[in-house]
């Protein structure tokens, strides 16, 4: 890997922010609705700044599993990985529920690396976002045959060093619960208590935010789905139950 391509790559990229100064660069992201045998959905207290690894049973429940996607994975497989990552529960897509598409109203400005795991462990998975990115702008500057061998250096050598307006592209999914794992957070967990709530509680919840998430998914007739995902996730959890005694 040449100076010059770096050079090249960074120079693409900030023309490419210029362009889209208004409407910032789409970030994929995926959240799961979870729902358990009771019809309840499954929401998350986020951890104070410096305090993770720590439950705290007083803090309130506010947020969905939701994260970006790695690199080529699909909405529908990213979300199951989320609640299993961010959640610690397992959870399976219920057939006949559409996804619900949100774009966020407003950017978010991190690092071209922020959520990609080889920052963190050192893996080759980055974030989808980050190789949309780059791809684009190997393409402008002509590199695009070098893409494949060399995106991760070069994604090595800028993820911590340019700044992306991002674009939240959310895409839910209802997911039917199947096992429940007990919730210990570590020092990467975003949660600190996880737990379950009706639906007159969600739509408490999403009044107190009426441009959040949890309203757009109110507004988008969530609530018509939660029945068949919860038919679906009492025969799951009793075929899993059945399987392990």
């Not at 790695?70 to 990213?78: G, I, Y």
């Not at 402008?140 to 060093?161: G, H, M, Q, T």
Request: with cysteine.
């Amino acid at each position: 890997m040449s100076d010059s391509q770096i050079c090249l790559l960074r120079q693409s990229i900030i023309d490419l922010l210029k362009e889209r100064q208004e409407e910032g660069i789409a970030r994929p992201i995926a959240g799961a609705v979870v729902v358990n045998p009771a019809g309840e959905i499954l929401l998350g207290a986020p951890c104070p700044w410096g305090q993770r690894g720590h439950i705290d049973p007083a803090a309130p429940l506010a947020l969905l599993p939701c994260d970006g996607l790695d690199e080529k994975e699909t909405s529908v497989q990213a979300v199951i990985r989320i609640a299993r990552e961010i959640a610690h529960v397992t959870a399976a897509p219920v057939r006949g529920i559409p996804a619900f598409l949100r774009i966020s109203r407003h950017l978010s400005t991190d690092p071209l690396g922020y959520g990609s795991p080889r920052l963190i462990d050192g893996s080759k998975i980055i974030s989808q976002a980050a190789a949309d990115l780059l791809l684009q702008a190997a393409k402008r500057c002509r590199l695009e045959a070098a893409f494949p061998s060399r995106y991760l250096d070069w994604f090595d050598v800028l993820a911590r060093r340019i700044y992306i307006p991002w674009r939240s592209v959310a895409t839910f999914h209802v997911l039917a619960l199947v096992e429940e794992a007990p919730f210990h957070p570590g020092y990467r967990d975003e949660w600190c208590r996880r737990g379950w709530i009706s639906f007159d509680r969600l739509r408490d919840l999403a009044s107190t935010d009426p441009t959040g998430r949890l309203a757009f998914l109110i507004r988008q007739g969530i609530g018509d789905w939660l029945e068949l995902a919860r038919v679906c996730s009492e025969s799951l959890v009793e075929a899993t139950t059945c399987l392990v005694n």
